[in-house]
């Protein structure tokens, strides 16, 4: 597999980028659920936190090296319709900017008290704006249902990869894979 994207198959970088991101994206979705139900009392309270922070910083990272990959190396073109590309084109986009959205309201409930972030003791992520009225309040309900939305859209998004594979016969979820039709 190459490292870059060629006309039929997308290459290692995108490939590796999707999917970790897709498993991190997840894997944040269903921790942040599941810390929203700890008490004071429980060992993870402001451990999972600071989990959640780290990761998500990372994500924010490796989004922005996806964006500048796609214009280093274009994907492939999207295969079907007119109407396929059309949609396909605008859920991508619209999984960008969620994503983006979501990382954005999650550092502004993070730095809300003027604190920086703190990624696992490697960096620090400074807190360029706090202190705003109910910061973390409005942050916090904004994280939350685009978080929910990023994940209904991305459901959809797997949707549509089993019917391009199943229904379609393409090569659209092979290509994710850095595979070509056989």
């Known amino acids: 597999m190459n490292w870059r994207n060629d006309p039929h198959r997308y ?11 897709a498993i ?58 007119r109407t396929t590309q059309l949609a396909a084109t605008f859920g991508h986009l619209a999984l960008y ?31 360029t704006v706090s202190g705003l009225r109910d910061q973390a309040d409005w942050a916090g309900a904004i994280h939350l249902w685009l978080a929910w939305t990023l994940i209904i859209l991305s459901g959809l998004h797997v949707l549509a990869a089993l ?5 379609d016969r393409d090569a659209t979820l092979l290509r994710m894979f850095g595979r070509r039709r056989a």
């Open 163 to 167: 019917k391009h594979h199943f229904i």
């Open 24 to 81: 991190a994206i997840v894997a944040l979705f269903w921790l942040g659920l599941w810390m929203r139900g700890l008490d004071y009392y429980s060992p993870w309270y402001h451990r999972a936190p600071e989990i959640h922070k780290g990761i998500g910083i990372i994500l924010l990272i490796a989004l922005l090296m996806r964006i500048v990959w796609r214009f280093v190396s274009r994907p492939p073109a999207i295969e079907g319709s």
């Open 97 to 127: 900017a969620l994503m983006l959205g979501v990382m954005v309201a999650g550092y502004f409930i993070s730095t809300a008290e003027g604190q920086p972030i703190n990624v696992f003791g490697w960096f620090n992520v400074p807190a």
């Open 11 to 21: 290459g290692l970088v995108s490939v590796t980028l999707h999917w970790v991101m």
